[in-house]
Every structure is written in structure tokens, then in C-alpha cells.
């Protein structure tokens, strides 16, 4: 193992438990020179009427990544039971467009991406393109028993590069959420050289008492181990990637 990123989908920043939990725990991992990165969705917030720029700010000065999350929903339906996916190419980019400039205008220009329920086309990565982002973490590493009725997800068991006509995207698959990494993540062997786990959780599973223990006790019993942010390791991975397109 060269390196464990760990990603947190931060949907809930404006709610003021969660941001608790959340500052406790970057302070305690900058204070150790470790790093996270933040895919922030930042138009939960909007609907709720709140403004995380502040608290976005905190995490990027602490030496946190700010990338970015974004969910296709249809309007402001994106709460249970009323939220509506809409995945028509006019949808996934207004939404694209409007998150990264919303994160732009919070300080931070986000150069990594998730979308929300793991959806991913080619819309979703041409946009990034033009949007100037360099890796998105939307594709999974394959499980035990990958789900296949879920057509848009995708596997991979090693990093890629999109290319269209206007640039290139590097594709880092997302190995396993915090749970699944004492299941079986920690038996996951990519394909390539590339070793390394990029482990996601969401913001709002620090309000379980046992999801808070845990991100601690994974914190604790990997002291040794180094802690980088995806960008980082997008980067090392990405130039010997792009080398070989």
C-alpha cells in the first residue's frame, strides 16, 4: 500500500452537528500534517437557505481539498420522498456549471469531482473538461458482488484518462466507503502499479455514534500511514497516465 486518500461526500456542511464533528475531526488530522478531501455539494446549503462559505474556507486553510459533488436532481426536489433525478444532458451540465461557480465564488476552484449516486457519462466528463477539472472519482472498483442493475454505475480496477477533442480527464476509481474498507478493502489489488485506496464516507455519517468511532479507531490504527489528498494522488497517478495515451 503507497498512500490511503480519504474523501468525504459533504452534502450537510450547513448543518451545524455535522460541521461539529467534521472541524474535530480535520483539525485533529492537520494538526498531524494529514489532509482529506472535501467533495462539497454545495447546493443543498442553497436550498436550505444557509451559506457554508465560511466553512468551506476553514477546511482549504487548514491544507483540506475543496472539490467538487454534485447531484442531478430535477429543480429543488432533492430531499426524500419528493427528489427527482433528472439525467438529460441540459440537466447534468446546468448542474455542473452551477456548483463549480457557486464553489468559485466561495474561494476555492475545485480540479476534482463525484456526482452524487455515482452516476457517470460522457456529458459528466465532457463538462469537467470544459470546466477545467482534472480527475473525477465517480467510477467504483468492482465489489465482491457488484450490483449489475444499476446502469449507471461504472467498474474499473485501474485509473484511465478521458480524452475529447478540447482535453483529458483522469478516471481514479473510488475503491470502498469506510465500512467496506475492514469487509474487504483492504484485500483490493488494482491492476497496474498504482497502489492505493481512496476510501470515502459521508459528512453526515459522523452523526452515528458508531460511524464517528469508527473514522477514529481507521485514523488511529493507521498512524503510520500516509494520508494525501485525492488531487495528489490524481497527480501522481495522472502523469504516468497521460504518458502512455
Known sequence: MKCISLVVHAEKLHH????ERVDRIVRRMARQGRHATFFVYPFRAQVAGQNISERVRVLSAMGHEVAQHTHFYAGTKIDKPEKVNDFSSENITYCLRRDFETLCQMGVTPKGFTAGAWFVNETVWDT?????LDYDCSVHFPK?????NFSHFRWHKSASVYTNGKGSLLIMPTTCSLAE??????RVIMDDSELYQLIYLHDYDLLSVKKYALLWFF????RRVRFIEARVLAGQIGSSKRRSV
Open 128 to 132: 469537467l473538461i470544459e470546466l477545467g
Open 219 to 222: 485514523l488511529n490504527f493507521n
Open 144 to 148: 465482491p458482488h457488484s450490483p449489475s
Open 16 to 19: 451545524d452537528a455535522v460541521w
Open 181 to 186: 474498507r475492514f469487509r474487504w478493502g483492504r
